[in-house]
């Protein structure tokens, strides 16, 4: 089993309040490390069209959901 490391943003600092990302027999997971139990298991392909919409702000008015 091919396995990479738990990898974060840089701009989360020292905080584990973040989204953590790695690689798994060329898959890509994603946990929040809050709750390292809970992990999303997607291609790459559609973890990049996912990061391309982010970018795009596809995802921008969820944010109002939260307030």
């Known amino acids: 089993m091919s396995r990479s490391e738990w990898q974060k943003s840089s701009y ?3 905080s584990n309040e973040c989204v953590e990302v790695r690689t798994v027999d060329g898959m890509v997971e994603l946990r929040e490390s809050d709750d390292g139990e ?3 298991r997607t291609t790459a392909v559609k973890f990049a069209k996912f990061l391309q919409g ?3 702000g596809e995802f921008d008015h969820l944010g109002d959901l939260c307030s």
């Open 54 to 56: 982010v970018k795009a």
């Open 38 to 40: 809970v992990i999303v």
């Open 12 to 14: 989360s600092g020292a």
